[in-house]
């Protein structure tokens, strides 16, 4: 008798091998299985080079809503907005300067979708610094930089550095009349230690603004080099500078224990509210053994090992959720109001008045009395100043609670009256009487470099904050008032800069008073 | 080097570098050698030998009836050029705050950006503007004058045609 007519058997293996094809490639590309039980829940994570930034399990004091509000993870969020929309962007991009521009019009009026991406790229990168500005907001106010979490503060500061740097580089790129002044003022704030020493007199052997300006530009005026290096910078150099410092920035994250949290959170969270979905429900076993571990159920039943819950999914889907809330924001921002595009740039005709983007208005208010305080002076003072801040305040009390440590809301409180009071107060005198120069036309330049409304306000804002620190016995307290004041500062100059200054940078209550020709 | 079998050695003598120490420290301080010079060299990269820029220099012919203390500017260039009595003298439109480009109007000058403003000589009528506008250098030629840029003169130098 023959054997009935079976394959072979090596081709059989072949066909089995080929129908199990997928599922293997699946299965050893996800090799932890379904986040079903503690332990896969766990393997999830580590497995996974993207999300084993995150620990593997997270407090429940981070979930709450009103310790992180989202707002690094929305500031992330829009970052990665503005990533897919600027790689598509440079599909058509043309980095030269009147093919800028018309590349830009290309995108905006031919290119099917381009508007909406050129619309939706604009407005994430406006989203991502108010939020990151917000996020360092809320770290200062729950006294989150303090030990061990200092320098993480600091790549912080790096980051707020880069994210501002990207977005003054990406305003020149369309080439038009608000890119080319806003840009030859940047340069020249850049230039501006030349007000120092001019007045010095040692321009002519030591000019590090001359070098400055000319490292910037490539070039003693805006033109291709200066497109060119702006482009290098905005597309390629500063994006990986921020995704390395983001990388740093999670990681240390996680190595500090997660976010900062009161030392009595534990007692202060109590028990979690009913069954937590899904891990707490899982029936306690009844034997404490390893195994139990093993195969995903805890013996801490209803706490989790020191009050935490797996990561998955309780933090991704909070994440997830902020995600897709500022895709939600930008998108609607992006359908709302187009992107703005000007006529070709002009080199003979500033555009009047010519403004910086939004957030440098508060700066170009303060330029307007002295080039160097409001584009050198003041910025590095406050980036020293915040670069400080947890190296100074080496206190306990009140890590991880919002307006923690001595004097607290009471000191914020005060603190807004004092920085909106001065900032307001200044502006409205120089406004309506004028600054020195108006009154004695000789006086020497470095006498307005050091006395005008810039460092006035900042000395003020200082002598407020000493003596808060003398009263309260704390320098918590001192830099509670000193952040709150600069942020009421920048508020005022930055509105001011943004709606009460027309044609000339002179005083309008409102733009509908403007001097038409 | 070597330790010579039989020679008695105190843990307290001096030890001699291993082979792995010294491969370790010529291949750091060749990698941070290399590092330096490599950086030294690149940060010469940024500033080009040639500045690509436009010419400076340029020729005009001023209209004939043009008055004495009014500007004339050229098309695309920042220079205001005047002419009276004593000659002919060319004024940067270059403001010295940040670099905007001033408007002259019946007074002098105003600026766009800050609200500097300048006397007809250039000189500072009203902040945030630092210093006077430049005075450039000016030549007769026949028939016109070549105004360069990119040289600045002492205020009062005037040219007679
Ligand atoms: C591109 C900019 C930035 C991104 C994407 C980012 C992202 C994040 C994220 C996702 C977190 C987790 C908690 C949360 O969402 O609030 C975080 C925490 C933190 N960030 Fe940032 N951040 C940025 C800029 C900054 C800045 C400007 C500072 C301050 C100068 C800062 C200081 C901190 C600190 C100290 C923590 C730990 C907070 C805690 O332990 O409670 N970050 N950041
Ligand atoms: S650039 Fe002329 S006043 Fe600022």
Redesign the pocket.
């Given at each position: 008798m023959s054997a009935p007519a079976t394959p072979p058997p090596a081709l059989q293996e072949l066909k089995d091998n080929l129908r199990a094809a997928p599922r293997r490639i699946f299965e050893t590309a996800f090799r932890s299985g379904k986040p079903t039980t503690d332990r896969t829940r766990s393997t999830f994570i580590f497995s996974n080079v993207f999300l084993h930034l995150h620990s593997v399990r997270v407090h429940r004091w981070t979930l709450r809503w009103s310790?992180?509000m989202?707002?690094?993870?929305a500031?992330?969020a829009a970052?990665l907005l503005t990533l897919i929309t600027g790689i598509l962007l440079m599909f058509y991009y043309k980095p030269y300067p009147e093919a800028a521009y018309q590349s830009i019009k290309d995108i905006h009026f031919v290119v099917p979708t381009g508007r909406f991406i050129r619309n939706i790229h604009r407005w994430a990168a406006n989203v991502?610094v108010v939020t990151?500005i917000l996020?360092?907001a809320?770290?200062f106010y729950?006294a989150?930089?303090r030990r061990p979490?200092e320098f993480?503060?600091l790549i912080?500061?790096g980051?707020?550095a880069?994210?501002l740097g990207l977005s003054f580089t990406g305003y020149l790129l369309p080439w038009d009349q608000l890119a080319y002044w806003a840009i030859t003022i940047g340069a020249n704030i850049a230039q501006s230690p030349r007000e120092v020493t001019d007045a010095v007199g040692i321009t002519g052997w030591f000019d590090p603004g001359g070098m400055q300006k000319f490292l910037l530009l490539g070039s003693d005026s805006v033109g291709p080099e200066a497109l060119i290096r702006f482009y290098l910078l905005h597309v390629m150099i500063l994006p990986l500078a921020?995704m390395a410092l983001?990388s740093v920035?999670?990681w240390r994250?996680r190595k500090?224990g997660?976010?900062?949290r009161p030392a009595d959170a534990d007692q202060r969270l109590g028990n979690p509210p009913g069954p937590v979905y899904p891990v707490f429900t899982e029936a306690p076993m009844k034997t404490y053994s390893l195994a139990a571990i093993v195969r995903g159920r805890t013996p801490a039943v209803g706490k989790g090992p020191e009050n935490t819950v797996p990561s998955m999914p309780h933090l991704f889907y909070a994440e997830l959720g902020v995600f897709m809330l500022t895709t939600l924001v930008c998108l609607a921002l992006a359908l709302i109001s187009d992107a703005p595009l000007k006529e070709l740039a002009n080199p003979s005709v500033p555009e009047n008045p010519a403004k910086a983007p939004w957030y440098f208005l508060g700066l170009q208010e303060l330029v307007s009395f002295s080039a160097f305080v409001g584009g050198i002076g003041i910025p590095l003072l406050v980036l020293a100043g915040?670069g400080l801040i947890p190296y100074l305040d080496r206190e306990e009390t009140g890590t991880?609670e919002w307006f923690g440590g001595p004097g607290g809301r009471y000191v914020v409180r005060q603190a807004l009256l004092v920085g909106f009071g001065a900032s307001l107060a200044i502006e409205a005198f120089a406004i309506r009487f004028g600054w020195i120069r108006e009154w004695y036309l000789a006086v020497p330049q470095l006498v307005v470099t050091i006395l005008n409304p810039g460092t006035i306000l900042a000395a003020v804002y200082g002598l407020y904050s000493v003596w808060l620190v003398k009263r309260y016995r704390s320098t918590r307290a001192g830099a509670l008032g000193l952040f709150t004041c600069f942020l009421c500062g920048f508020l005022v100059l930055t509105a001011i800069g943004t709606y009460f200054r027309g044609p000339n940078w002179v005083f309008y209550w409102s733009p509908g008073d403007w001097p038409r020709h | 080097m070597t330790v010579m079998p039989g020679t008695p050695q105190s843990r307290l003598d001096p030890e001699p570098m291993p082979r792995r120490d010294l491969l370790g420290l010529a291949s750091l301080w060749s990698a941070a050698s290399a590092l330096l010079f490599a950086l030294l060299g690149a940060m010469r990269l940024p500033n080009a030998a040639i500045v690509a820029a436009p010419s400076k220099s340029f020729g005009v012919t001023l209209p004939e009836s043009l008055p004495a203390g009014e500007a004339f500017v050229p098309p695309n260039r920042a220079v205001a050029i005047f002419r009276d009595s004593e000659g002919v003298y060319a004024v940067s439109t270059i403001c010295t705050h940040l670099g905007c480009v001033v408007k002259p109007n019946a007074e002098g000058f105003e600026c766009p950006c800050h609200g500097s403003r300048f006397k007809p000589d250039g000189a500072v009528a009203k902040g945030p503007a630092p210093l006077p506008l430049q005075w450039l250098k000016v030549k007769a030629t026949n028939g016109g004058f070549q105004v360069d840029e990119g040289k600045t003169v002492p205020a009062g130098t005037r040219v007679k045609a």
């Open positions: 310790t992180s989202g707002l690094g993870i500031t992330t970052f991502m990151v996020h360092m809320r770290t729950t989150s930089y979490r993480n503060w912080g500061m980051l707020l880069v994210t921020l983001m920035h999670f994250i500090d997660g976010l900062a915040l991880g | -």
